[in-house]
Each structure stands twice: as C-alpha cells, then as structure tokens.
Nanobody
Framework: QVHLVESGGGSVEAGGSLRLSCLVS????????ISWFRQAPGKEREFVAV????????FYADSVKGRFTISRDNARNTAYLQMDRLKPEDTAVYIC?????????????WGQGTQVTVFS
C-alpha cells in the first residue's frame, strides 16, 4: 500500500517562499505521477500541479503558473513543490497524491496534508 507524507508547510509573509516535500513509500515511486492539490477552509479541493513519472512532463493550474515549480527525485522517492511569490490566497492545506495505471488503488493514494499560511 502506498503511503504519502507531506512536509515543509508553515507560515510565511506574502511574497515569500516555501518548499513542500512529499515522501512516498510502499511501492515503486518512479511508476507514479505525483500531483499536488490544496484545500482552503470552506472551499473545494483544487488541483495545483502534476509531475509525470520521468519528471519531463509538468502541468500547473493557472493560479500558480509562473510562481510554483513541481519536481521529483526518483532516487529519494520524493516529490517537491517550490512555491515562490506566495499570496494570501495560497493559504490552504496542501496534499500530494500518487497515481498509476498499474495501481488499482490509486484513488486512495492521498497524504494527510501540510498547512501553508500566507499572511499580508
């Protein structure tokens, strides 16, 4: 069973940066696409970014494009989300997911999340 643990959240002033990490265990990390989602209080869960298995393919939500960078290190079983020029509206719990066509339980591969708070 895949286990995901996020870290790196915190409280930062607007314009600042944070780097989130997503450590994956329990399966072959390199066979999964890794995505980040976020959920703010009272709002629906929102897609943020995805990185493909070989890291050459990435895709971002318009709201974070140009400010956030997703990456992965297959040797460390870890994906990252570098967040720059943060805005108060980026405040949310950030959650990573792992998806693979070879894993029928992919829909359940979610972490517990890490809180990001951006204050002005």
């Amino acid at each position: 069973q895949v286990h995901l643990v996020e870290s790196g959240g915190g409280s930062v002033e607007a314009g600042g940066s944070l780097r989130l990490s997503c450590l994956v265990s329990g399966s072959t990390f390199s066979t999964y696409d890794i995505s980040w989602f976020r959920q703010a209080p009272g709002k629906e869960r929102e897609f943020v970014a995805v990185v493909g298995r070989e890291a050459s393919t990435t895709f971002y939500a318009d709201s974070v494009k140009g400010r956030f960078t997703i990456s992965r290190d297959n040797a460390r079983n870890t994906a990252y989300l570098q967040m720059d020029r943060l805005k108060p509206e980026d405040t949310a719990v950030y959650i990573c997911t792992a998806d693979s066509d070879d894993d029928p339980n992919s829909a359940n591969n979610w972490g517990q999340g890490t809180q990001v708070t951006v204050f002005s």
